[in-house]
């Protein structure tokens, strides 16, 4: 056999064990792999040091264009820095209120003019008419997940988003749920009503002026919203997928809800693992939801060694730090797809949170399963698509938000040293990313169309 690359002495991760071997690859995929031994005539041939190979990170949680950048320039910055950190594919929102096959064609055209990896789509749903467009997205045009904003509406309406009611949420969970595993819902879980009352208490008593973004969303807003879609799950037969939770609450009630029958998957972000009131400015990292308490990022941890949330999503949205001055008015978000590795790697593995074998899982292998891109993407196995992220755990170095390719100027990580980056990336074979320098292509990266979405 005859192949295009070999990848040799490294070491390959994947979810269930790592061992030091060699993988060859032929037009983007995975031809072969086997240990030390292991070798093929190869046009090129790559030597990785001993280091650490993962299947190339899966994102499935990214804003590109939020808030207000151009959306094909940010599409560029977005997936320039998702190469960097090592991730291969990332799934974006549609969020306009428009036909879900009209948004769909405009965003693929969009995204392979500019994107150096690939993408897929989640559809947001607002309107009936979406509701209805569901079944033929799922059976004809790969988009097999649709979210339900529950919290940005009245005041908090974010254009182009528009307030659903639960009436929406019921005939969306009731056309996602004919489709048995198909298909299924996506929830931001928090109870914006609630809030609107604090704010106004907050306000009139003064308290806002020391108060962090958590004191306006505290933890039991996230748990009464994930018990109501629970219910809602529960009486249509609509699979669930719970994004970026963050309460210490939150295993107990996936927990709860999967004894009840109801079949629900948990992500969490890694803002939600080591960032809270304690280490970041109260102003500039407001989110929704919330950077809670230290208690919080430790639960989430423990959720993650127990197989509870078994997704990781980062929320990717590059806000510019002019926007995020004032307490109220400051736009939410921040990026996050060029940290997540780093994170993972080093307060995760390397602190002995967890195994490297459970980042292949987390940020990869699950995530493929979840959303349908499994066998394609998220695992090093013979016939998958040849995405990989070399990993270097002995790297120790401080993130600055100036040297990234983002478009954005704020992060509330820079400055952190973390130990454990990503030093190469593959994308379908061709290295996009080597040691600090960025080598893919505008207009490499593929929608990938996803027509199953497993457990």
């Not at 045009?141 to 307030?163: D, M, Q, S």
Request: proline share 5%; net charge negative.
């Amino acid at each position: 056999m005859s192949v295009d690359l070999l990848l040799k002495n490294g070491i390959i991760v994947t979810p269930s064990k790592s061992f030091r071997g060699n993988i060859a690859v032929k037009d983007g995929r995975i031809a072969g792999i086997g240990g030390e031994e292991f070798s093929v005539e190869a046009d090129e041939v790559a030597d990785l040091g001993g280091k650490h190979i993962l299947p190339g990170v899966i994102d499935p949680h990214v804003h590109i264009g939020w808030p207000s950048w151009d959306w094909e320039e940010d599409c560029i910055c977005t997936t320039r820095t998702a190469a960097v950190g090592g991730v291969t594919t990332v799934i974006h929102f549609l969020n306009e209120p428009l036909p879900l096959h009209e948004e769909l064609s405009i965003g693929i055209e969009r995204f392979e003019r500019n994107a150096y990896v690939d993408g897929s789509f989640h559809e947001g749903i607002f309107t009936q008419g979406q509701i209805d467009e569901i079944p033929d997205m799922v059976e004809t045009r790969g988009v097999n997940t649709f979210k339900f904003y529950l919290p940005y509406k009245g005041a908090e309406a974010v254009p182009p988003l528009v307030g659903i009611d639960d009436g929406i949420i019921y005939a969306g969970f009731k056309e996602i749920g004919k489709l048995k595993e198909k298909a299924r819902a996506l929830i931001h879980a928090e109870n914006i009503e609630i809030f609107y009352k604090i704010k106004e208490q907050m306000q009139a008593s003064g308290e806002d002026a020391s108060a962090y973004w958590t004191d306006t969303r505290p933890n039991w807003v996230e748990v009464e919203s994930i018990r109501k879609v629970v219910a809602f799950a529960k009486g249509t037969g609509c699979p669930l997928y719970l994004v970026h939770l963050t309460t210490k609450e939150a295993k107990e009630e996936i927990l709860r809800a999967r004894a009840e029958g109801v079949d629900v998957i948990g992500e969490t972000c890694p803002q939600y693992l080591v960032l809270n009131v304690e280490n970041t400015d109260r102003v500039k990292s407001k989110v929704n939801p919330p950077l809670r308490h230290r208690e919080d990022n430790e639960a989430m941890w423990q959720a993650i060694q127990e197989g509870v949330i078994t997704c990781i999503g980062t929320d990717h949205a590059s806000v510019a730090l002019k926007d995020k001055q004032d307490f109220w008015d400051g736009i939410v978000g921040f990026a996050g797809l060029e940290t997540t590795l780093p994170v993972l790697l080093s307060e995760g593995v390397n602190k002995g949170r967890i195994s490297i074998e459970k980042v292949a899982e987390i940020t990869s292998y699950n995530v493929a399963k979840t959303f349908g891109l499994y066998p394609q993407k998220g695992s090093i196995e013979v016939g998958a698509d040849a995405d990989f992220a070399v990993v270097d755990l002995e790297m120790e170095k401080a993130y600055s938000v100036r040297e990234s390719p983002n478009i954005t100027d704020y992060s509330p990580y820079d400055g952190m040293v973390f130990k454990g980056w990503p030093i190469q990336t593959y994308l379908r074979g061709r290295l996009i990313f080597d040691h600090g320098t960025i080598l893919g292509e505008k207009g490499a990266g593929k929608f990938i169309p996803r027509f199953s979405a497993q457990k």
